[in-house]
């Protein structure tokens, strides 16, 4: 089964006499132009992503990994899922 939204959308004249005449070109109507477009916005910007800097963050050579101390940790002193 396929849901489907219905949206209005307000455009100026101009952008709308555009859309227009780019779907006409396209063979397509507004709608199919409009949802084409949203979602190729969704492909680019509707995932979170870490910034650039951050992905090419390699960290600090000098520092230990996360992982070295786990050995000196101790249990809990009661079950905290009991």
Known sequence: MRITMHFNIYLDDETG???TAAAKVRGENRNAVIRQAVQEWLRREGRPQ???A???HMGDPDMP???AG???LLPPATDPLA
């Open 65 to 67: 990994p996360f992982e």
């Open 70 to 72: 786990r050995d000196q």
């Open 50 to 52: 870490w910034p650039a």
């Open 17 to 19: 006499q555009q859309l």
């Open 54 to 56: 951050v992905l090419a």
